[in-house]
């Protein structure tokens, strides 16, 4: 069993910048496609951006030129950039690994107007 643990949420003011971090408690050589979704309050969890293990990445359309996806398997890390956050990107951000199918709990990112 693997843990992903986030971190590197907050509160940030529009147009500011925040870098989540996603430590897994094993090793994610293997793991196909690791990603980062979020979900707003009063909203489903949605795609943020996923990175498979040969570094091809895809970004929800929100997020393209803002957010950039990134992972180091030696570290056992995937990362997510944020920058020029707006108050919509308010929500839980969450790692995820495809498969094999673990989440992270959760890291709460805040951007006041």
């Known amino acids: 069993q693997v843990q992903l643990v986030e971190s590197g949420g907050g509160l940030v003011q529009a147009g500011g910048s925040l870098s989540l971090s996603c430590v897994a408690s094993?090793?994610?050589?293997?793991?196909?496609?690791m990603g980062w979704y979020r979900q707003a309050p009063g909203k489903q969890r949605e795609l943020v951006a996923i990175v498979t293990s040969g570094g091809t990445t895809t970004y929800a359309d929100s997020v393209k030129g803002r957010f950039t996806i990134s992972r180091d398997n030696a570290k056992n890390t995937v990362y997510l950039q944020m920058n020029s956050l707006k108050p919509d990107d308010t929500a839980v951000y969450y790692c995820?690994?495809?498969?094999?199918?673990?989440w992270g709990q959760g890291t709460q990112v805040t951007v006041s107007s």
């Open positions: 094993g090793s994610i050589f293997s793991f196909n496609v």
């Open positions: 995820h690994s495809i498969q094999p199918y673990y």
